[in-house]
């Protein structure tokens, strides 16, 4: 609560742009003094010599006094105007002094830290620190403090400030110190100043950590985990210093991370700080639905947090559960979170999984913006073409206006995925190559083109393509995969195919497309156990259906007509569009 003194300065501040309608000031020179608040009536005058404030009775005479403390306030927002800053935080530190009031006293530190005087910002900051009753009050207090630059004003004033902390306070202190200098801008200089800090508290936890934290950044891991470990042996319940330890740990050993705050929650859990940490572990290490499941409980627990509403969202779409996402990203929706066009898209992702396509496609028009503007009206069409509507899929992306260069790529993608749903290979080819001429050296657009090409059975476009794009990339993995399996695919030239596909593979080893790619060349070359390994370790990564039909061409080949059987029938039930599988029931089996 603001005291009623303060509140009435800012009654009358709205004139400080008028300084002559002001007590009738006009071309006042404000200048440095270190008296503090005027002591009597006769120091307060007009410029014509008349005293402004004698008043007679008592009443009157403290009246006075609070109009001294309102002229005074007024003048020192007027010399920091001009750049006086040693005076105003001068004249605030007498009025907060003399009425005890935190507010001002805040406003001087501020006029302290800009003038750069170390003195009066340790002066005021002391002061402050006397008021001080709880830990909300010490980050309102440092917020104010580390709006400065000047880092050796900041370190020798917390010196002074830490001296006379409450034991109590201490430990919080020194958080907020660590994360001060953890964003600060000249951040090896600001690590540098933990030692002076630190070294009269050698057995503060705080004082451990605020060195845990320096020793991090210093990338001195091992030496940054002993101390953090001091500081939990003194206080096995300090939050931060578990999740730096964690966090440490994490670097070689995400499991053991994992453990270590699981059980930390176990003993406390009510510190969500740490559940944080602990769900964002869990996704560190993949294990996305129990990392779902923390920011549920932390979105609920913290119903107007919109950080943690989007999470769970995001996570329960990762793990296929799209009525969980739906019902967390639409809170973090009304929550009024940053990522609203983002957010409206995977709605309509989530609508569509679910099989809302009108609601689906509500959604996707909703996105105006963003980096999924494109990617929402692509959607958007696709729903139409689903819908049997292709001339109004069409025509929706016709109309859709790239806002830039990288939107104008994506619509021409969009566009040429759509004719090659509906068969239009040629036109599909035609509208990338012309986009491709446009940017000849774009490794998306030559990607897209070389595989458009294949659908028109131009090898040969899609061979000069590809072998262009690995001279301008040669870690482009995709490439190497696509040339390798269109030529294992639709030539005999297996040797070669073979050599493309391994160099796919040992650029990204788990890719599920290279290595249902290898298993394909190596069926192709009758090399029938290497070509079953790598289907079925293809399939167990992601159960695709073009995956499925290759794994079960290679058992149908190998005699086990069951079990190919079987593969097709259960991935065409999962997804019923799939030609490719129902060519192969009717070409295998008979079935229509």
Request: charge should be negative.
């Amino acid at each position: 609560m603001k005291s009623q003194l303060f509140l009435a300065f800012f009654t009358v501040i709205g004139v400080l742009s008028q300084p002559a309608l002001v007590f009738g000031i006009e071309n006042t020179v404000v200048s440095a003094n270190d008296t503090g608040i005027a002591q009597t009536q006769e120091e307060v005058v007009s410029p014509s010599g008349e005293n402004l404030f004698q008043q007679p009775s008592i009443y009157a005479r403290e009246r006075t006094k609070r109009y001294q403390a309102i002229y005074q306030y007024i003048l020192a927002e007027l010399a920091a105007q001009q750049g006086d800053f040693k005076f105003a935080a001068t004249t605030l530190r007498g009025i907060a002094f003399h009425y005890r009031d935190s507010d001002l006293g805040k406003r001087g530190l501020e006029f302290a830290i800009a003038g750069e005087n170390e003195e009066l910002s340790a002066e005021l900051s002391i002061f402050l620190l006397d008021q001080i009753e709880d830990k909300i009050a010490i980050d309102d207090l440092l917020s104010v403090f580390f709006t400065g630059k000047n880092l050796n004003l900041i370190s020798y004033t917390l010196v002074r400030i830490l001296e006379v902390t409450p034991e109590n306070l201490l430990d919080g202190m020194f958080v907020q110190i660590a994360s001060f200098y953890e964003r600060h801008p000249k951040r090896d200089q600001a690590w540098s100043h933990v030692e002076k800090l630190v070294e009269p508290f050698a057995k503060s936890s705080g004082a451990n950590f605020l060195s845990a934290k320096a020793e991090e950044w210093r990338k001195n891991y091992t030496l940054s985990l002993e101390i953090i470990e001091l500081a939990l042996k003194a206080r096995p319940d300090f939050a931060q210093a578990i999740v730096l330890k964690a966090s440490l740990i994490a670097r070689d050993n995400v499991q053991l991370a994992i453990e270590i705050l699981d059980d930390y929650l176990h003993d406390y859990p009510l510190k969500d700080p740490v559940r944080v940490a602990y769900a964002r572990t869990l996704f560190l290490g993949e294990k996305y639905l129990l990392s779902r499941d923390q920011f549920v409980v932390l979105s609920e627990k913290h119903a107007r947090n919109s950080y943690y509403a989007y999470s769970a969202g995001v996570l329960s779409a990762e793990v296929k559960d799209y009525h969980f996402a739906d019902k967390y990203l639409e809170r973090a929706l009304f929550l009024d979170h940053h990522l609203k066009e983002n957010i409206r898209f995977k709605l309509g992702m989530v609508n569509e999984a679910l099989g809302r396509n009108k609601i689906a496609k509500d959604w996707f028009s909703s996105v105006d913006g963003g980096v999924d503007y494109i990617l929402a009206r692509s959607h958007q069409a696709l729903i139409l073409q689903k819908e049997g509507k292709p001339e109004q899929a069409i025509a929706l992306l016709n109309k859709t206006k790239p806002r830039n260069g990288q939107q104008e790529i994506q619509l021409v993608q969009a566009k040429a995925h759509l004719l090659r749903i509906n068969g239009d290979y040629q036109e599909s080819y035609d509208i990338l190559n012309g986009a491709l001429k446009v940017r000849p050296k774009h490794q998306d657009l030559l990607y897209e083109v070389a595989l458009a090409a294949e659908k028109i059975n131009r090898l040969d476009f899609l061979e000069e393509h590809l072998k262009y794009l690995i001279r301008l990339n040669p870690r482009h993995a995709q490439a190497y995969n696509a040339l390798g399996y269109t030529l294992a695919d639709r030539t005999d030239r297996f040797s070669e195919a073979l050599k493309y596909i391994e160099t796919a593979l040992s650029l990204e080893p788990e890719d599920p497309y290279i290595l249902d790619s290898m298993g394909w060349v190596c069926f192709k070359m009758r090399k029938l156990e290497c070509g079953k390994k790598y289907l079925k370790m293809a399939y167990e990564t992601r159960p695709d259906p073009e995956i499925a039909a290759h794994l079960g061409e290679l058992l149908w080949f190998q005699g086990d007509e069951k079990a190919a059987e079987k593969l097709w029938t259960d991935a065409l039930n999962a997804n019923p569009n799939s030609q490719e599988l129902q060519f192969l029931l009717r070409k295998y089996l008979d079935r229509n």
